[in-house]
DNA sequence: GTACAATCGGAACCAGAGTTCCGGTTCCGG
DNA sequence: CCGGAACCGGAACTCTGGTTCCGATTGTAC
């Protein structure tokens, strides 16, 4: 028998550095993506991060697992609006919120807006991980109950009509805003819109 | 004085190959962008066609030229749907019909809404050629005036949601017509949506 | 039929962006 | 403090895909 203390732990705790140098990466990464879209140059966020793309890639073993990290990330943030979407007591109001304020969030990172038009191999998993299309079924189907919103809405249409406006963002003069409300009245019941109007 | 009939006429007349060749070049490049997008290559393009890319590129000289040459070509058709709208008497009838046949057109060419939703500056002089913006805003004010369409809608704000339905072509499970319907309805006036209910 | 200019084909070239590699540096346990 | 494993930086490499070049070919005027 060996003695115990002799059994290093497997998991080697990371230096220092290390973390540090991953956390600054991970956020120049967000920064420049947000902005510049996927094609944001490895280069460039090494240069934001101050680090040199060896060490990006330390972290990072290629371009797409650091996007599909940021992506992760990003739906955690959805789902955290899921969540307090469904804390709302008024079920229209709540289904409504949570489509706005989903729709901000896309606004603000043209990255996420990519992986959702056209990256379904990493969305999917991420929007797997956290549970999105159940806290999305539980908002809509409150919100169909409740007779806010059409009867014909379907759980997935929700996240293709995000992927519809992520679309629109680039455009000149893109009132993203504008285009929510459309999608919304359209989705509303008609009982909903007429009572709207009132 | 020279001889008049020295003069040769300046527009030298095409080889008879080169045209064939041409036409053969665009038709290629048309198959192949509507099913891979503007990322289909050059090497493809011209094996589909059955000449070598130095042909391609005697014609277009650079492939963001091509990619030119079909978008306006795409939004020659989009014209036609517009005129054929215009030619139908009820106004709602036809703003519907002109904002289905368009989606359908888009759906069929991957390139043409990678161009709407991602080269502004290819596309607005393609749509300006054609004279695009005025008879979306014809179609559009009629079904307004008409009643048939919300008050509030401009005519930019087409377009742009045609960018969006072009986003939704890819995803695993997109039924389209769904979103297109939705989107109509956010479009239509409360008027005109509860009279489509009874 | 001939000559010559336009056209063709596709190998070679080039640029951009992701990725690798390794000598130098830094953290951390003893 | 010291030794060495982990980590860093960034020059160099690679792979991809657009573009160029030029000898061979072909259409057309005479």
């Known amino acids: ?13 990371q230096r220092a550095d290390a973390r540090r140098n991953r956390e600054l990466v991970i956020r120049a990464a967000r920064k420049r993506m947000a902005r510049e879209g996927l094609e944001a140059q490895m280069e460039d966020i090494a240069r934001d991060a101050g680090v ?31 969540h307090a979407a469904l804390d709302i007591d008024d079920p229209g109001a709540a289904f409504e ?3 706005r ?13 990519q992986v959702l038009t056209s990256r379904p191999e990493v969305m999917q998993p991420a929007a797997e991980s956290v549970g999105m299309l159940d ?3 539980k908002v809509l189907g409150r919100a169909q109950r409740a007779g806010a919103v059409r009867r ?10 995000m992927c519809a406006l992520a679309g629109t963002f680039k455009g000149p003069f893109a009132s993203t ?18 009572a709207r109007l009132t």
Chains 1, 2 share one sequence.
């Open 97 to 99: 919120t949570f489509i």
């Open 1 to 13: 028998m060996t003695p115990p203390e002799t059994i290093t732990p497997p998991v080697r705790v």
């Open 52 to 82: 040199g793309v060896g060490t990006v890639y330390r972290h990072f073993s290629t371009k797409d697992e650091l996007i599909e990290a940021l992506a992760f990330d990003r739906f955690e943030r959805l789902r955290d609006v899921a």
């Open 135 to 137: 806290l999305v079924a």
């Open 101 to 113: 304020e989903s729709a901000r969030i896309q606004t603000e990172d043209r990255a996420l807006s």
């Open 177 to 194: 805003d504008r285009y929510v409300g459309i999608i919304l009245d359209g989705l509303r019941s008609p009982d909903a819109r007429r």
């Open 152 to 161: 014909d809405a379907r759980p997935e249409d929700i996240p293709m009509l």
